[in-house]
């Protein structure tokens, strides 16, 4: 695959109920613009889902090595105007979070166990942020690389016990009107649901043709794929899935034109497939999942020139795997060397490793990996991951023992980056914020933090209950001590 074809990101960029007090209770802004506050009427709120500081840096240098030019993302914290920070996402029962405890937190201002939907511990259902803003007439927008109804876009529009209740978050969705849904999940939405949405008035597509079509003054519910949508580096290695799905940032766009002239909205613009890369070790899945990410922020950025009154928040909800882009060789100058081979990738270890399976022994192997990755492993490798893909290797760290966890290992001494886990991690979150009400996400904040300057922004009082530490303690559920084997995602 040539250098020219991994530009297509440019081109896809420019192509493109547990209240405490009533719902909505009008506050004074002019007491917070006295503050120093600005008062955004357009929130675009960016999520690269399973993103630690270090898959940034990642990320940055090699777009420089193969593009020629860094994140956007770096490149707004540069900007005038613009505030950094670092974000503590804990959940109610861990100091490390999983998707729905994360994205629920900025959704409702609560902390919440992994695994739930804005759903204190002891079922009382929270008002979800895009509940909340029905009220005062925001248009709201949900855009996903997972399918529409997975954790990080539900955390805004819906509320239920398990984040696995995927018919009751599409329903909450529905009832609640979202304006714009655009991710994947065709085989979670049957004749019936989509029959449902159709009577609410949502204009359902499935390709980036009728994408480019659709009416913008319409509801609309896009499922571009059966499951997730695929991984970018799948994308760009297979023309079928150019012609039928679109890029981030062409959804992205898509949503801005639909939601962007209205006086007051909402968008959540989720990356969610670089988690499920770092989950897998997969460092260029991960990277070229980030890259199209950071271009769909390009697009908000562009439409903010045009729109001043607009403020962006880029962050992440989680560390994953714990990327480390190491020193490699005499004085580390093997690492500049090393990570442009990234680029010869033909495919993500979700598509490649099902092949990699069945080899035989080490000889097999050895050659499918020189053909996918134009790498050239030693026999003791291969034989070591043989013993990984058959459950007979021995390593220390049990988060990172399994098939792919040692893949990516092994794969590490060709690239320059190795692997923690195959888990989430606790990491701060890296968060950039710019224009108006940015301020308030500068320093070290609280997750929660996210709702209430949101609330802010609208003129809203309203707070949802919150579970208190002595609360939890009689509600804590124990575990063995292997909670690595159920990894949430």
Not at 271 to 276: A, F, I, L, P
Not at 309 to 315: A, E, F, R, S
Not at 365 to 377: C, P
Request: include cysteine.
């Amino acid at each position: 695959m040539s250098f020219s074809r991994r530009n297509f990101i440019v081109a896809a960029a420019t192509a493109a109920a547990g209240a405490i007090s009533a719902p909505y209770i009008a506050t004074n802004m002019r007491a917070a613009a006295s503050r120093g506050d600005g008062i955004p009427s357009k929130i675009i709120h960016y999520v690269s889902d399973g993103t630690s500081p270090s898959m940034v840096t990642i990320s940055d240098v090699f777009s420089k090595m193969i593009r020629g030019r860094g994140l956007c993302w770096m490149e707004m914290s540069r900007t005038e105007g613009a505030f950094t920070g670092l974000m503590d996402m804990a959940s109610l029962n861990s100091c490390v979070t999983d998707s729905s405890a994360a994205s629920s937190s900025w959704g409702s201002g609560s902390r919440i166990n992994n695994g739930a939907v804005n759903c204190l511990p002891d079922g009382t259902l929270l008002k979800p942020l895009y509940e909340l803003l029905r009220e005062p007439h925001w248009k709201r927008g949900l855009v996903t690389t997972t399918e529409i109804t997975h954790a990080t876009p539900a955390g805004f529009g819906s509320a239920c016990k398990s984040r696995g209740d995927t018919t009751e978050i599409a329903n909450y969705y529905r009832t609640l009107g979202i304006d714009v849904l655009l991710g994947g999940g065709q085989s979670l939405y049957n004749e019936e649901m989509l029959a449902s949405y159709d009577r609410y008035g949502y204009q359902i597509i499935k390709t980036s043709d009728e994408l480019k079509k659709i009416d913008i003054n319409k509801k609309v519910l896009g499922l571009f794929a059966g499951g997730h949508l695929p991984m970018t580096i799948d994308w760009l290695n297979h023309k079928s899935l150019q012609k039928t799905v679109p890029q981030l940032a062409e959804m992205t766009a898509k949503a801005l034109e639909m939601l962007g002239e209205h006086e007051h909205f909402i968008l959540q613009v989720e990356g969610g497939r670089v988690d499920h890369a770092c989950h897998a070790s997969d460092a260029p899945g991960a990277t070229y999942d980030h890259i199209a990410f950071d271009d769909a922020i390009q697009v908000g950025l562009d439409y903010q020139k045009k729109h001043p009154d607009t403020l962006i928040v880029v962050t992440a909800d989680h560390g994953c795997g714990g990327p480390s882009m190491n020193g490699m060789g005499s004085s580390y100058t093997s690492t500049p060397k090393l990570l442009p081979n990234m680029k010869n990738a033909l495919g993500s270890f979700e598509r490649l490793t099902g092949d990699l399976k069945t080899c035989e022994n080490a000889v097999q192997v050895q050659r499918y990996l020189k053909e996918k990755y134009s790498v050239q492993i030693g026999v003791d490798k291969a034989d070591l991951l043989l013993l990984a893909r058959d459950g007979k290797g021995c390593v220390g760290y049990d988060p990172i023992g399994g098939f792919t966890g040692q893949l990516g290992q092994v794969l590490g001494n060709y690239f320059g980056i190795s692997w923690g886990s195959c888990n989430h991690s606790g990491d701060f979150v890296a968060l950039v914020a710019k224009g108006p009400g940015a301020e308030r996400f500068r320093g070290n904040i609280r997750n929660t933090d996210v709702f209430r300057n949101y609330m802010d922004f609208a003129g809203m009082k309203f707070r949802n209950k919150e579970w208190t530490g002595e609360e939890q303690k009689t509600a804590s559920v124990s575990f063995d001590g292997h909670w690595f084997d159920t990894a949430l995602v």
